[in-house]
């Protein structure tokens, strides 16, 4: 199916379904001893079992089992702050997702304000409906602080999809191509990109050991010519092992790369770029809906391995390879931090799916039977 | 099956499902092509067309059929202030039975907080998921104030079902009630309880034009003996007909009532507080999980009419009864404020429902397969 065939049809069908997730009895409702059980008066003693003991509510409600997934609607995707609402069919399919993979029974929360002190506190004002938070498509540089504030006070975890789970699946995919073109951590890494997902695949590929990145963003390459620059942004150029050099042009930094990772927007990249790049280049190329290059075209610029984010070409490079798996290890184990060892273990375990790597298949699909078990293992592992 | 028995089996029930509703995708992700109609790229010319068009949210996701129940776990049934995480059963109950008797997706907010102003302000900021708002077991009188700004403050019908869905279903089986023992809408009525549910009773009897009432609270009378009365228990007792004898104890109100209806807490009256009512006494013990005095006891102080708000005894007055239409009604037709019209005009539908009320049949059941299309045109008709 082409693109614009896709296009027609995922309209009609989400507007014939009205969208895609529903909210479902798990019991019976046909009796009025149905009602009396499930309802008033036999509700009432399983509220007083959770008074008398506050974490029945894991054995006698779904919470245990319960996720909120959150966005301020200010980066959907690749399309930028479209707000909450326009937001939504994201969501719905995310949670449609959590369901059918990982039988995670998780919400869509749309957040009426992008004010950070705002969202801190309403997220906590809600936290008892779930026990994870996973955010959606909330811009940098808010959702550092974001995460960083409501990990320390909310007692469940907090995942932002956009930072971790994309970090997570790019060094998974990362790990095995470069087992296909024989490279080590020695790689030299351009990151297209310095938003949440950008910030967070230089802080994870740092964390594995491989230090030798640039990041750009839409203002030219992250360097110390950019004397404006704070914050992660900053942080991650001073980590950095690379020398970046100065340019308001991203594509300055291509020659001598080995690695390009995409995760800014569509069409940023040409074949002419890509042929500036080291041999056996590998390009993740990872913006949605329109990828920085499409795969055809970094194939005629001697691109070796080429992967995106879409469910349509091979090689999916996406977030949505990691959350079901991960969060079914954070319910089912009762973890309230995603630390580092935890992101790694994870990229390992998925990259440890395909044991010989090749370019046309280096990464697992996310219909693999075995995928999601193998990452709740690993997170539970790596606790 | 008696309380004992429907007590432990509403435990090992709650246990054995891990509570009561799940999150359910409404299409199939079984092929990379689902994922990239139903996910990326697909979604995002879904999220595009909301853009250009903010009311397409409602044909493209399931927002239009989503409602919030809602509560901060300060009047859990009758059994007080016991906090959100007790109040969840209750919560997924009500959620089951949205969707089972009005195929709605009604999902639980359990708020971590029980200050007006956080409260309000965290309904606000989670607001644009929903379509409208179900307010439930929020205390008074903080309820009136949240109801009251909520519902200038949002553009999505707010109802808070302890008050209208309670004083909605009593007026509907009090019409039929007094059809049955011939008197007219001069009866003398003694609320038992002076909370959401007593304070929106008399709101709504005063409004249908049965003014003879009087109110009690745990400390007696609503009379002008109490002179440290304000709010809106002064401003009912104000706007009664009735004068209320001044006492410390509620029962000293009984004697020459026609009526008794009581939504206060469990075991408040005995057989002989019931003989002191009039003949052909009307008698609504609503208080769940167990009555104000049961139905066996009341007969013996020879009530006529008697009905409870629990699914194990006959005549259930339970705003469960009215939830599911009411709010279809305001979905369906995109109304957003619960006026005093509809809420009599509900009433008068769901009492129509009963062509010859008698003492044992004068209210319908849940299970009416018409109920919720009665109530759901009565919205529409009375807009």
């Keep these: 199916m082409n693109i614009k065939d896709i296009i027609k049809k995922s309209l009609e069908l989400h507007k014939k379904t009205r969208g895609k997730i529903e909210i479902k009895p798990k019991v019976s409702l046909e009796t009025a001893e149905d009602l009396a ?200 150029m001073v980590k950095s092992a690379a020398s970046c050099p100065c340019s308001n042009k991203c594509t300055d930094a291509l020659p001598g790369t080995d690695v390009l990772i995409g995760v800014s927007k569509p069409n940023q990249f040409m074949k002419e770029d890509i042929k500036k790049m080291n041999p056996n280049a590998v390009v993740f190329a990872l913006a949605n809906p329109a990828p920085e290059i499409m795969p055809e075209e970094a194939k005629k610029g001697s691109a070796k391995i080429i992967a995106t984010g879409r469910s349509d070409f091979p090689n999916q490079v996406n977030n949505a390879l990691v959350f079901p798996g991960l969060f079914r290890g954070l319910l089912d184990s009762g973890i309230r931090k995603v630390t580092p060892e935890i992101k790694i273990a994870v990229a390992e375990s998925i990259a440890g799916m395909i044991k010989n790597p090749t370019p046309e298949n280096f990464i697992p699909s996310i219909f693999d039977k075995n995928l999601v078990k193998i990452i709740s293992d690993a997170v539970k592992s790596a606790k």
């Design 37 to 236: 059980l499930y309802y008033t008066p036999g509700v009432a003693e399983v509220c007083k079992k959770i008074v008398e003991r506050p974490e029945a509510v894991n054995d006698y409600t779904n919470k245990k089992n319960s996720v909120a997934i959150i966005t301020d609607g200010s980066a959907i995707l690749g399309l930028g702050n479209i707000g909450p609402e326009a937001g939504l069919p994201v969501m719905e399919g995310k949670a449609a997702i959590f369901k059918r993979f990982a039988n995670i029974d998780a919400y869509p929360i749309l957040l009426n304000t992008q004010e950070l002190e705002e969202i801190i506190k309403t997220i906590k004002n809600i936290a008892p409906t779930f026990s994870a938070i996973n955010l959606e498509d909330i811009a940098a540089p808010g959702c550092f602080e974001i995460v960083k504030r409501l990990s320390k006070e909310l007692d469940i975890p907090v995942f932002h999809d956009d930072q971790d789970g994309t970090a997570i699946v790019v060094l998974a995919g990362l790990i095995n191509a470069l087992k296909v073109v024989g490279k080590g951590k020695d790689v030299k890494i351009l990151i297209s990109g310095a938003g949440a997902a950008g910030i967070a695949i230089a802080k994870i590929l740092g964390e594995y050991g491989m230090n030798n990145y640039c990041l750009c963003d839409s203002k030219g390459t992250i360097s110390e010519c950019r004397l404006e620059l704070n914050g992660q942004k900053k942080t991650m």
